[in-house]
C-alpha cells in the first residue's frame, strides 16, 4: 500500500473474503475516495492495523460503506494524528455486533441498516450530520437527543415503532422526515419549525392521523400518505391552517372521505389522489382551494363523478384522470356530464 504504484487508485471494493482476518493499510491510499467492505465474515476489529503509520489515514477517503460483517464487534480510530478528515457519507450494514462508531469530523450523511441498537449512542459525537436514514432495528430505543442541531434529512423505517414519543424535541433544523412501521402517531410534533417535507409511508397499524400534528409545523410545504393499508381518516380538530402546498394520498384503500380538516389547506397548489379504491365521492368544498392548480386523480375505481363545487377551482390548470370507469366516462369530451371541468 506504500508503493507509488497505487498513489492514484481512488476506488476499491472488497466483496465476500469470508476468511479474511486482516484487512490491509488502506488508509495508506493517499487518492482513495471511495470505499466499500462487503462480507468479511472474520474480522472482529477495525483498528490502526487498516489505518496504517502515517501522519494521516484515509486522508481523501469521501464514502465509506461497511456491509455485511457479522463478527465485527468495534471500530477504533489508530494512531494517526488526522483519521478520516474528508469522510462525508457512511454507509453500515448488516453489523450486529457493532457497538460504536469513531470520532468522524466532517461527516454528514450516515445510513445504519439491520445493525445494533448501540450504535446509536455514537450519534452524539457526530455533530456535523446533516442526513440520517435508520433502517431495520429488532428494538428502537429512544432517540438520542441534544445533539443533532444540523440535521436536515431523517429517515426511519422497518422497526417496531409503538410511538415517536418525544424522538425529536431538539430537531429544529430539520427540513424532511420520512416515517415507515409507525403503529402510532403523537398528538403534536412540537419543535419541528424548520420541516418542509414530512411523509409516512407503509404504516400498516396507523388509522388515523392527529390533524392538530399540522398546526406545528409552520414551514411545511409537502405531506404525503403511502400504503397505509388502515388508515381511515384525520382525527381531531385542526385550528388553523398550514403552508400546504403538495398533498399527496397513494395506496390508502380504507380511505371512504377526504378529511374535513382539509378545507383549511388553503394555500395547497398541488392534490394527488392515487388507489383509493374506498374513496366514492368528493366534497363539495374543495372549491375553496382557490390556489389549487393541478388535480390527479388515478386508480380510485370506485369514484364516479365530480362535485358541483368543482366549478369554483379558478386557478386549476390541469385535471388528470386515470384508471377511474365511471369518472373517465362523465369527463370524456365533447359530451361527457364533467366534461366541462377537464381542463387539460
Not at 409537502?222 to 400546504?244: I, R, V, W, Y
Not at 380504507?254 to 382539509?262: A, G, K, T
Not at 386549476?316 to 384522470?321: A, F, I, T
Request: net charge neutral.
Amino acid at each position: 500500500m506504500s508503493t507509488l504504484a497505487l498513489k492514484n487508485l481512488k476506488e476499491i471494493s472488497l466483496e465476500r473474503c469470508h476468511r479474511c482476518e486482516h484487512i490491509p493499510p488502506l488508509g495508506k491510499l493517499p487518492s482513495l475516495t471511495c470505499l466499500s467492505l462487503l462480507g468479511f465474515d472474520s474480522i472482529k476489529c477495525l483498528d490502526a492495523e487498516w489505518d496504517g503509520d502515517g501522519e494521516s489515514a484515509f486522508p481523501a477517503l469521501t464514502t465509506l460503506q461497511i456491509s455485511n460483517m457479522p463478527n465485527l464487534e468495534e471500530w477504533n480510530v489508530g494512531n494517526a494524528k488526522e483519521s478520516f478528515p474528508c469522510l462525508q457519507d457512511l454507509t453500515i450494514s448488516l453489523c450486529p455486533k457493532l457497538s460504536n462508531l469513531p470520532f468522524l469530523q466532517a461527516l454528514r450523511s450516515l445510513f445504519i441498516s439491520d445493525s445494533s441498537a448501540t450504535l446509536l449512542g455514537s450519534l452524539r459525537f457526530l455533530t456535523s450530520l446533516t442526513s440520517l436514514i435508520l433502517f431495520g432495528f429488532a428494538e428502537f430505543p429512544m432517540f438520542p437527543g441534544g445533539f443533532l442541531h444540523n440535521l436536515e434529512t431523517l429517515q426511519i423505517g422497518s422497526s417496531p415503532i409503538k410511538t415517536l414519543s418525544n424522538m425529536f424535541n431538539d430537531l429544529s433544523a430539520l427540513k424532511t422526515l420520512r416515517l415507515s412501521d409507525l403503529e402510532f402517531m403523537p398528538e403534536r410534533l412540537k419543535n419541528l419549525n424548520s420541516l418542509e417535507r414530512l411523509d409516512i409511508r407503509s404504516c400498516n397499524g396507523l388509522r388515523s392521523f392527529p390533524a392538530a400534528i399540522l398546526e406545528d409545523l409552520s414551514s411545511l410545504r409537502s405531506l404525503s400518505f403511502q400504503n397505509c393499508k388502515k388508515l381511515k381518516s384525520f382525527s381531531g380538530p385542526m385550528k388553523q391552517a398550514t403552508a400546504l402546498q403538495d398533498l399527496l394520498l397513494n395506496g390508502l384503500p380504507e380511505l371512504e372521505h377526504l378529511p374535513e380538516s382539509m378545507q383549511l389547506f388553503t394555500t395547497l397548489r398541488e392534490l394527488r389522489i392515487w388507489h383509493c379504491e374506498g374513496l366514492c365521492s368528493l366534497p363539495n368544498w374543495l372549491g375553496s382551494l382557490e390556489l389549487l392548480s393541478l388535480f390527479k386523480i388515478w386508480y380510485c375505481k370506485n369514484l364516479n363523478s365530480l362535485p358541483d363545487g368543482f366549478k369554483s377551482l379558478k386557478s386549476l390548470r390541469k385535471l388528470d384522470v386515470r384508471g377511474c370507469p365511471q369518472l373517465e366516462k362523465r369527463c370524456k369530451k365533447p359530451k361527457g356530464v364533467d366534461s366541462k371541468y377537464i381542463i387539460a
